[in-house]
């Protein structure tokens, strides 16, 4: 209890750097820890399969990687920098995510029209949930009793209902829509739709599209702060940047080849961003839009997903 305590106290007083991004470096087989405050790699994991997704449990001390090539995850502890098991997954596992109430880890099969529900230990596979065609990525409501589910080849969001683990709408999107983005509250859902160039903004409550808004060449994922959302577009080499309130375009931001994965720091004040083709940790001060610097990190970095604790 003391320690549960003493973790609390820390993440509430510490500040918006004291952060560690964790990096899945595809090209390196290498899951990257960055310490934000010192802006340095301190540890590289190897994590076989080619890394992409990586999603945290509801403490922060377990990562939860997704291995394409491995055919599987890799289950981190991050206080000792190391795997402590694999799991074999069928198909493409790719888009993960965890239920922060109940730790279970929902992955995506990007090869089939499924995820799989996995045990917060990672060691087995409980059950799957049919949902639409190629689902990549994947987001949790805050009380964990919703799953949403955005479907690449469906053109579509499906909604899943975790207690029961079905499917019980799909909500049509964009074109291809890949990244999916909860706000804090669990209100609203952002997708980031890849050819059609633009996100959609979905009221989770009435299970409805209500907005779009226009980004650059080949949106990847969404993040969010309070007032403004943060899209990176692959082939422009931008983040959009774009009003939460108005869905108006606020600006672009230029940054590294191809960027990917992309996230807050718990303040709001830093966006972080990783270029898959130049091999950097983009740092954004999420107030001027201005690029403050890049990281090196390992080959091929992606981080799709929950990276930042």
Partial sequence: MARAATLALALTAS??????????????????????????VVAQIPVDGAPAGIALSPDRRTAYVTRPEGHGIAVVDLEARTVTSTLPVPGGPLGIAVNPKSGAVYVADWYGSRIFVISPDGAKIETEIQVGASPSGIAVTPDGATILVANREGNSVSVVDAATATETVKIPVGEHPFGITLDATGTRAYTANVTSNDVSVIDVAERREFGRVTTGERPYVVALTD???????????????????????????????????????????????????????????????????????????????????
């Fill in 227 to 309: 007032t403004r959302g943060f899209v990176t577009d692959q082939y422009s080499n931008t983040v959009t940047v774009f009003n939460l309130k108005t869905l108006t375009n606020v600006a672009a931001i230029d940054v590294g080849d191809h960027p990917e994965g992309i996230a807050a720091s718990r303040d709001g004040s830093r966006i972080y961003v990783t270029n898959w083709g130049t091999n950097t940790l983009g740092v954004i001060d999420a107030t001027t839009l201005k690029p403050l610097k890049d990281i090196p990190v390992p080959d091929g970095p992606r981080s799709f997903g929950d990276f930042l604790r």
């Fill in 15 to 40: 500040p918006a750097l004291a952060e560690e991004a964790l990096v899945t470096a595809q090209g390196a087989n290498i899951l990257a820890v960055v310490d934000l405050d010192t802006d340095t």
